[in-house]
């Protein structure tokens, strides 16, 4: 009888088995398989990031292209002098970092204003025509070098885990990637709008300023500023190790809130809410590697400068750009147009980074 009964016993516990499991294991499970469906939604595919990457650098460059302007003429020595604020002069006006930082605010508005009035609403937009060109391979080839080499060198160095080193050497590849590939159209939009309206006006159009380069300074001066570039693509992996960070606490916090639940069960507002949290953290990733990394983009403007008069280049290297620049004008000339290269950068990359999310959600379903 009491074997019958051990029996019975073991009989209900085997049949019970696949049943059993403590909070924990089932939390576990429950994770595991959400994390999962997660990985498989981050796999994205590389046209995805191209198309996305490219649609997001239009938007941002068409919104923010008066502001570029401003920032190209305020690094560029040739209109130093008739932007040059009265105020700037004084050791006091200089120590005064509030003092300064709201007479360049004012400053950047005032040249704003200025160049409307005296060279016409056009002029506003000077440049964008090779920065649109520029801009949609531009962003389509970082953002789909990032996204691809992030895939790549996860699975072949890391186990297919993500870490911020994957994100370091992928942001590496992608701005070195990406300068080498549209530096040509960049020096042609700085030559654009460094090019006065009006009797002194050199270039009737991009393809005008195209034929002047290679006519009197060879193919090769189509990658004046090419040291510069890759110099700035510091600015770029700062950014992309931010943004990945800022992201990942984003995430974490959600997780923390709702568990682990897919996007399609959180409410609209709620995806809303976190979708400008990740825009935001683009801004601000923008704002601090910009602020390490500004010298970069008026060695840059310079080294893209047409030469002079007699034919003489003033600016013929990184570092002896850099040598000029600080002897001549001093040190704080290093950060000439940071003001409205701020005001630009940091809503474009809001409005980039928001709009390449957007596009990648809608074609990853098709």
Request: proline letters at 3%; one cysteine or more.
């Amino acid at each position: 009888m009491g074997n019958k009964r051990l029996d019975h016993i073991r009989q209900d516990a085997l049949e019970s088995a696949p049943y059993l499991g403590s909070d924990e294991d089932s939390s576990t499970m429950k994770n595991a398989s959400s994390l999962s469906t997660s990985d498989s939604q981050a796999e994205v595919k590389p046209w995805v990031h191209f198309v996305a990457g490219g649609a997001g650098g239009m938007a941002g460059a068409i919104v923010t292209c008066p502001f570029d302007v401003v920032k190209t003429r305020l690094q560029s020595d040739v209109f130093q002098n008739a932007y040059k604020s009265s105020a700037t002069g004084g050791a006091d006006g200089a120590s005064n970092f509030v003092k300064t930082g709201a007479r360049h605010f004012k400053e950047t508005f005032g040249i704003l204003s200025d160049v409307y009035k005296l060279e016409g609403f056009r002029s506003l937009f000077k440049g964008l025509g090779p920065n649109l060109v520029g801009v949609i391979p531009a962003r389509s080839i970082n953002f789909f070098t990032y996204g691809t080499t992030k895939q790549i060198y996860s699975k072949a160095f890391n186990d297919g885990q993500e870490a911020p080193w994957i994100h370091l050497i992928s942001a590496a590849t992608a701005g070195w990637a990406t300068s080498t590939a549209t530096n040509p159209i960049w020096l042609i939009k700085t030559r654009l709008q460094l090019d006065k309206a009006g009797q002194t006006q050199q270039y009737k159009s991009s393809w005008d300023c195209f034929k002047h380069i290679m006519r009197h300074e060879g193919f090769l001066g189509l990658y004046k500023g090419l040291s510069a570039s890759y110099l700035g693509s510091v600015e770029g992996i700062l950014q992309w190790l931010l943004y990945e960070q800022m992201k990942h606490v984003i995430k974490m916090r959600s997780i923390a809130k709702f568990g682990n639940i897919s996007e399609g069960e959180k409410s609209s507002v709620d995806k809303f809410k976190e979708w400008c949290q990740r825009s935001g953290s683009a801004g601000l990733a923008k704002f601090l590697a910009s602020i390490v990394t500004y010298p970069h983009e008026v060695v840059r403007t310079r080294l893209r400068q047409a030469p002079l008069q007699d034919g003489k280049l003033k600016y013929t290297g990184l570092i002896q750009s850099f040598r000029v620049i600080i002897k001549e004008e001093g040190l704080a000339s290093m950060y000439g147009g940071l003001t409205p290269h701020l005001l630009r950068t940091v809503p474009n990359s809001i409005i980039m980074f928001g709009t390449w999310e957007l596009v990648i959600k809608l074609l990853s379903n098709v």
